[in-house]
């Protein structure tokens, strides 16, 4: 079985450009979860989707940050225009229906670095 | 809200050590709790869990027990090999759609 696929690996961009990261859930899963993990911190949930519907984006900061799943499937994180303090890994996971006991899989993460 | 609480690192042992590192949460109601290791240069894996008051979860040599009366989830290994260096997450989540609340990890270095 396939696992989480994220894509690109690593970026490096400057402060105030835009910048996009991908995710591709585990076939079959239905919910969808992109997390921040600051260096030293644990990852912090920033939005979760059951399907293509929002579930929690509270902790999105949403004057910065967008994400869409559009068919259900895969994912865009968008980050415009990027912080120095977005520098952090952004990881995908994904389970298969969001609750509470399921394993929640992750991906590999996509490191970025503001400067 | 939700918190979990780790002991900082990082933990330094020698191989064939034993292993405990504490993690202790506060919570309503009975949240579901997990410990995730993420290897060096790889992504957030599950190690164990347990859904449930007195529920013991286990793998790969290591155990946690879900202790409701002191509300800890402390995770041990009796012998610890140089593979088991990496970083350990404890973390919950409660009932419903909530989402997961992670500690801010553990780093496990051990040496030959």
């Known amino acids: 079985e396939a696992g989480v696929a994220q894509s690109p690996r690593y970026k490096i961009i400057e402060k105030r450009q835009s910048v996009a990261f991908w995710c591709n859930p585990i076939?079959?899963?239905?919910?969808l979860y992109w997390y921040q993990q600051i260096l030293g911190q644990g990852p912090k949930l920033l939005i979760q989707f059951q399907n293509n519907g929002v579930v929690d984006d509270s902790q999105l900061p949403k004057d910065r940050f967008s994400a869409e799943r559009l068919k259900g499937v895969d994912s865009t994180l968008k980050i415009q225009p990027a912080k120095l303090e977005d520098s952090a890994v952004y990881l995908c996971?994904?389970?298969?229906?969001?609750?509470?006991?399921?394993?929640?899989?992750f991906g590999p993460g996509t490191r970025l670095l503001v400067l | 809200g939700n918190s979990v609480t780790q002991m900082e690192g990082p933990v330094t042992l020698s191989e064939e050590a034993f292993l405990t590192i504490n993690c202790t949460y506060t919570?309503?109601?009975?949240?579901?709790l997990f410990w995730y290791v993420q290897y060096p240069g790889e992504g957030l894996q599950l190690l164990l869990k347990?859904?449930?008051?007195?529920d013991k979860g286990s793998n790969k040599g290591f155990e946690a027990t879900y202790r409701k009366e002191t509300t800890s989830f402390h995770l041990e290994k009796g012998s610890v090999q140089v593979s088991d260096s990496a970083v350990y997450f404890c973390a919950l989540r409660g009932g419903g759609y909530q989402k997961v609340t992670f500690g801010t990890g553990t780093k496990l270095q051990v040496i030959p």
């Open positions: 919570a309503t109601g009975y949240p579901s």
């Open positions: 996971a994904s389970s298969l229906s969001g609750g509470p006991q399921e394993t929640q899989y």
């Open positions: 076939s079959g899963h239905a919910t």
């Open positions: 347990a859904t449930k008051a007195d």
